[in-house]
T-cell receptor, first 111, second 111 residues
């Protein structure tokens, strides 16, 4: 059972365009993380959001945690080819670090 | 600083063969995890070790065993490999319990 639903599954855009990836659940998470994974490599942590309504910015990436801590979004402004990758959200299930991952959104940015 | 290392990087097994995937981290993290990643499924937790000397089942533990050899090392064993275990396996570690650092993965094919 996939507790975390990511949408869209695939996104192909031109360089300079904006994009948003969504992560939704019916469960409440104590925190939520976003990772980016490139082909042949392991996921790399981008950000952790903890407080409902929290907004974090990482250069051109903006992350938001829903007020009820059930959903999150990742917005990329003026996407670049280097933003290409699989974006994964993961919600914390307990205090021991067990994470529930979404299936991922594959983002392709073409020059 | 190597972070999380995994061996081997690639492996092909025949049905019924056994093998052990090795994982080591040099960040002095207490918690370690084993995941499998299949297309469209995201990352699913197989087993985790919250601290040295403890291991617990994750979402998909059947067909696997683990050993937390010491604080640095956490191995995953397939006693009798099955084609359904064809996947990419990732080891991860964390200190905070939530922010996980991943290895490069082991690509396993069972024929």
């Amino acid at each position: 059972t996939q507790l975390l639903e990511q949408s869209p599954q695939f996104l192909s855009i031109q360089e300079g365009e904006n994009l948003t990836v969504y992560c939704n659940s019916s469960s409440v998470f104590s925190s939520l993380q976003w990772y980016r994974q490139e082909p042949g490599e392991g996921p790399v942590l981008l950000v952790t959001v903890v407080t409902g309504g929290e907004v974090k910015k990482l250069k051109r990436l903006t992350f938001q945690f829903g007020d009820a801590r059930k959903d999150s979004s990742l917005h990329i402004t003026a996407a670049q080819p280097g933003d290409t990758g699989l974006y994964l959200c993961a919600g914390a299930l307990d205090s021991w670090g067990k994470l529930q991952f979404g299936a991922g959104t594959q983002v392709v940015v073409t020059p | 600083n190597a972070g999380v290392t995994q061996t081997p990087k690639f492996q092909v097994l025949k049905t019924g063969q056994s093998m052990t995937l090795q994982c080591a981290q040099d960040m002095n993290h207490n918690s370690m995890y084993w995941y499998r990643q299949d297309p469209g499924m995201g990352l699913r937790l197989i087993y985790y070790s919250a601290s040295e000397g403890t291991t617990d089942k994750g979402e998909v533990p059947n067909g696997y065993n683990v050993s937390r050899l010491n604080k640095r090392e956490f191995s995953l064993r397939l006693e009798s490999a099955a084609p359904s275990q064809t996947s990419v396996y990732f080891c991860a570690s964390s200190e905070m319990g939530y922010e996980q650092y991943f290895g490069p993965g082991t690509r396993l094919t069972v024929t």
